[in-house]
C-alpha cells in the first residue's frame, strides 16, 4: 500500500521535525509529482504543521545545549537543511551565549587524553573545539583556562 504525499509527509514531521526544504527532498527523492509537493507543503505550512522558524530555533538550541556545538556548525548544518540566512542569523541570535559548552567539551577532551604528554594539548585542543563550530574569539581564553586546570591536577 503507497501512500499519499501527505500521509508520507507527516510520517516524516511524525519521526522528527523537519524544515520545507527537508519535506520538499524527501518527497522528490519518492517521485511525488511537483504539484503534490507543493499542496503538501502549502498544506503543511498552513496548518503550522511546518515552519523553518520555529524549526531552526529548536535545531540551534538542542544542538547548542544537549550535543554541545558552537554556532558556526549549527549555521552550516542549517544551512545544509534548507533554512533562509535571516531565519538562521535570528535562531543563533536566540542561543544563550555562555560559554559553558565550550568548557565541558573542553573538559570531556582533556579527560580523554589524559596520558597523554604532549607539548601541542593546547593546540589540539584548539583545533578540537573549532572543529566543533566554536569561534577562535570564543574558544582562547577558555583553552588556557582548561590547560592551567588540567595541568595543576
Do not use: C
Not at 108 to 133: E, F, N, P, T, Y
Amino acid at each position: 500500500m503507497s501512500r499519499t504525499p501527505l500521509e508520507y509527509a507527516l510520517f516524516l514531521i511524525k519521526i522528527r521535525d523537519r524544515s520545507e526544504f527537508e519535506i520538499r527532498s524527501k518527497m522528490k527523492q519518492k517521485d511525488f509529482s511537483s504539484e503534490d509537493i507543493e499542496k503538501t507543503v502549502k498544506y503543511l505550512v498552513d496548518n503550522r504543521y511546518l515552519n523553518d522558524q520555529k524549526f531552526a530555533e529548536r535545531f540551534a538550541e538542542n544542538y547548542s545545549k544537549y550535543h554541545l556545538k558552537g554556532k558556526i556548525f549549527i549555521k552550516q548544518k542549517l544551512i545544509r537543511l534548507g533554512i533562509d540566512s535571516e531565519i538562521i542569523n535570528y535562531a543563533l541570535n536566540q542561543i544563550e551565549n555562555d560559554n559553558s559548552g565550550i568548557k565541558e567539551r573542553g573538559q570531556k577532551w582533556l579527560s580523554r587524553k589524559a596520558k597523554i604528554d604532549d607539548d601541542d594539548v593546547k593546540q589540539k585542543l584548539m583545533r578540537h573545539l573549532i572543529s566543533q563550530g566554536y569561534s577562535y574569539e570564543e574558544i582562547k581564553g577558555i583553552v588556557n583556562e582548561l590547560i592551567d586546570e588540567f595541568e595543576n591536577r
